[in-house]
Nanobody, 127 residues
């Protein structure tokens, strides 16, 4: 089992950057594929980015491709989301999620594939 805690959210202006972190408990962090999702007001939660347990394989939703970068440091049990060129449309609560897998190339883009979730961190981008 793993517990996830997000941090790094805040209020920024359009064009600014922000880096989200997701700290995980446990000693088996490197066996989990991880993902970031977000939920904007009045909308369903959606996929943002995913990364394999090795960190070598990643995926992004089209709207953040080229602006966001997902990364992880297994030695620190930490997942990151570097967000550049933020837009008002990026305003949402951002959640990290984890799914255990022993396959180094696996990453997951559907919410129902993940087993563990954090509580979320608010990102607000003003125009």
């Amino acid at each position: 089992q793993v517990q996830l805690v997000e941090s790094g959210g805040g209020l920024v202006q359009a064009g600014d950057s922000l880096r989200l972190s997701c700290d995980a408990s446990g000693r088996t962090f490197s066996t989990y594929a991880l993902g970031w999702f977000r939920q904007a007001p009045g909308k369903e939660r959606e996929f943002v980015a995913a990364i394999s347990n090795s960190g070598g394989y990643t995926a992004y939703t089209d709207s953040v491709q080229g602006r966001f970068t997902i990364g992880r440091e297994n030695a620190k049990n930490t997942l990151y989301l570097q967000m550049n060129s933020l837009e008002p449309e990026d305003t949402a609560v951002y959640y990290c999620a984890a799914k255990r897998t022993y396959f180094r190339r696996d990453y997951f883009t559907r919410q129902d594939e993940y087993d563990y979730w954090g509580q979320g961190t608010q990102v607000t981008v003003s125009s």
